[in-house]
């Protein structure tokens, strides 16, 4: 079996986000500007990113990267789906839903770190499955939990 490819972005860690409701969080009123709101995805992109970089995660893996949808909806998803690895882009597909309620009268603190959580908790069930090199991003879960 062929190596999969690199991605040509260069990331190891790439998340996305979905509304599945019309819940109007601290953007809207006004207590967060959305630029507060992308800073805290981009850093806690950044910041989960280095721990699958250090951890090796990837390595010795049918991935090279892990693409990660956030859906905002109204659960709080203990297990992500895992989805297929992608053999033409080299991508481990994932999503899990958060509960958008957690998002409401937050700070750009917070967001960052129900961001973190939903992240961190996907690439641990993924890990699982594939056996992949995890103990810092472990140790960043428990970290956050407590």
């Not at 297929?84 to 882009?89: A, H, I, N, T």
Request: overall charge neutral.
């Amino acid at each position: 079996m062929a190596a999969p490819p690199e991605p040509k972005h260069g990331r190891k860690l790439v998340i996305g986000g979905v509304s599945l409701t019309n819940a109007k969080f601290g953007i809207a009123q006004g207590r967060i500007k959305k630029k507060e709101y992308f800073t805290a995805a981009n850093d806690a992109r950044n910041r989960i990113e280095q721990l699958v970089i250090d951890d090796a995660y990837c390595d010795d893996q049918p991935f090279t990267w892990i693409g990660l949808i956030i859906r905002e909806g109204l659960v709080n998803d203990e297990m992500p789906k895992i989805g297929k690895v992608d053999p033409k882009y080299g991508d481990l597909e994932l999503t899990i839903e958060i509960d958008t309620n957690d998002l409401i009268d937050v700070g750009k603190e917070e967001i960052q770190r129900v961001l973190e959580l939903a992240t961190l908790k996907s690439l641990i069930a993924a890990g699982k499955k594939f056996g992949c090199k995890m103990g810092k991003i472990s140790a960043e879960l428990e970290a956050l939990k407590a």
